[in-house]
């Protein structure tokens, strides 16, 4: 068996170690996470495949791919219910995926070494195996813009007719991309490659190679969900997807922060990995080659391959710098280039000064930093949920409440996706007085009871739930149905 396929199976092995331990232990908790889940039991549960909506009347936030991904998984393993452990494993799927596509790129450009290092640094960088384990988009995202850049290159390195084929991978991949995340998953990729061809000179050769079928292809693929909004008369998708979720967050619906918010994410998410990317970052910009070398190679020249990655590195930090709205969710696309890039740099290096020893040592460094994310990482994800989660609380009211009876929520003011995604149904918010809530049951929380229990002296509690930071009261208008055992 060649060494490549051992040791690509050996740290994807490692992979779905670091990204499945007590994966499904932590209760969902973040509503960044649960809003996903309500749309996966939308579509795994109710059969809701293309607009689910959250509690009733809020659309989707994002396109459906990681949703339809996630489906996907759950009817192969014959699931019913969307627990916290199956809304991860899309994230699990793709991040190791994204491990596998990054070593096969890190061996054809750089050579074995190179690839297992590339490997070891995305086992070893935090940020990577944290939102491996998260129930929302970004890893998904992540793979496609990984496999669109690395496309690109495996097309427009060699030379032709040798890759011509390959530019219809680079379509499908910028598709998908877009269906994971809208339309940023093409703008950055194609944004980089863009800059990148101009920078070498390569701009005729390049409109003399695409094909007008690949680029009918991504839009195809990329369009396709949208144009099933616009055909299906699915207006408030469009609006929400295109409107609030794409133009709203660039230019500062949805709030905004500063410019240089990214500065410490970009040093710190996974620390001391990205201490070192942007210096390789540096590197990969300023390096130079001979372009006589290797012109018959089926291969990408290491060189400028480097040089794409670092484009795509700063046309994406550049991008999310300017957006007001910023998440470091937004970074984790970075990694696979990065992680290249370091395998890259620490050859570079290790060349330079003939002490073999440092890609010994990288190594060792990754390794020091797997061990830690294997316990750091589901360690800290139960610190944080601890006392936070709405799960027992619902258990509780779904032994009250029939699940044919009404229910409603009043006075949240908070996100209430992860209550809704443990009672497992809608509940729609009760606006105005709590005194003319409609029969059937309501959820308040007890401050807001404490509160308001005067202008509603009709409202039965029939159930205080306390569990951790949550205290809840069910009230109830009307006959009762069903009985808390």
């Known amino acids: 068996m060649p060494r490549i396929l051992l040791a690509i199976i050996a740290i994807a092995i490692l992979t779905i170690a670091l990204t499945t331990v007590r994966l499904g232990a932590c209760d969902v908790c973040s509503g960044n996470e649960a809003v996903e889940g309500v749309f996966v039991q939308q579509m795994v549960e109710q059969g809701k495949y293309l607009f689910p909506l959250e509690n009733g009347r809020v659309p989707m936030y994002k396109p459906p791919l990681f949703h339809w991904t996630a489906t996907a998984i759950d009817r192969v393993l014959g699931e019913k ?28 450009v750089l050579g074995l070494e190179a690839a297992v290092l590339a490997g070891l640094t995305l086992a070893g960088a935090y940020q990577f195996i944290a939102l491996g384990r998260f129930g929302r988009v970004d890893m998904a995202l992540t793979f496609f813009e990984a496999l669109s850049i690395f ?17 219809y991978l680079l379509a499908i991949a910028l598709g998908l991309a877009v269906l994971a995340k809208g339309p940023v998953g093409a703008i950055l990729p194609l944004s980089a490659i863009g800059i990148f061809i101009l920078s070498e000179g390569r701009l005729r050769e390049a409109i003399g190679r695409i094909s007008p079928l690949s680029i009918v292809l991504a839009i195809a693929i990329g369009s396709s969900w949208y144009v099933a909004c616009y055909v299906g008369a699915r207006y408030g998708f469009l609006n929400r997807q295109l409107g609030t979720e794409n133009f709203g967050r660039f230019f500062g619906s949805l709030g905004a922060m500063s410019p240089l918010y990214y500065v410490i994410p970009l040093l710190f998410n996974s620390g001391p990995l990205s201490f070192l990317v942007p210096v390789a970052v540096v590197m990969a910009i300023r390096t130079r080659h001979d372009r006589s070398v290797q012109t018959e190679s089926s291969k990408p020249q290491p060189h400028a391959a480097m040089r794409c990655l670092a484009i795509f590195w700063i046309v994406t930090v550049v991008f999310f710098s300017i957006a007001a709205y910023k998440r470091r969710a937004y970074l984790l696309p970075l990694w696979p280039p990065a992680a290249v890039m370091l395998a890259w740099l620490v050859s570079v290096v290790a060349g330079r000064w003939g002490q073999r020893k440092l890609k010994g040592a990288y190594a060792m460094l990754c390794l020091a930093m797997i061990a830690i994310n294997f316990v750091y990482v589901p360690r800290k994800e139960a610190r944080e949920c601890s006392g936070d989660s709405f799960r027992p609380a619902a258990v509780e009211i779904t032994r009250v409440v029939a699940s044919d009876e009404p229910l409603y929520l009043y006075g949240f003011s908070e996100e209430i996706a992860p209550l809704l995604f443990y009672l497992d149904r809608d509940a729609p918010d009760f606006n105005g007085r709590l005194g003319d809530a409609p029969p059937g049951y309501i959820i308040v929380p007890a401050g807001v009871w404490a509160q308001k229990r005067a202008e509603a002296l009709d409202l039965e509690p029939v159930l205080e739930s306390n569990h951790g930071n949550r205290h809840l009261i069910l009230l109830h208008r009307g006959k009762v149905y069903a009985s808390c055992e």
């Open 81 to 108: 219910k969307v627990t916290a452990f199956n809304l991860r494993l899309p994230s699990v799927l793709y991040a190791v995926a994204a491990v596998i596509l990054t070593m096969l790129f890190a061996y054809e």
């Open 151 to 167: 496309a690109f290159l495996w097309w427009f390195g060699p030379k032709p007719p040798i890759s011509e084929r390959r530019q």
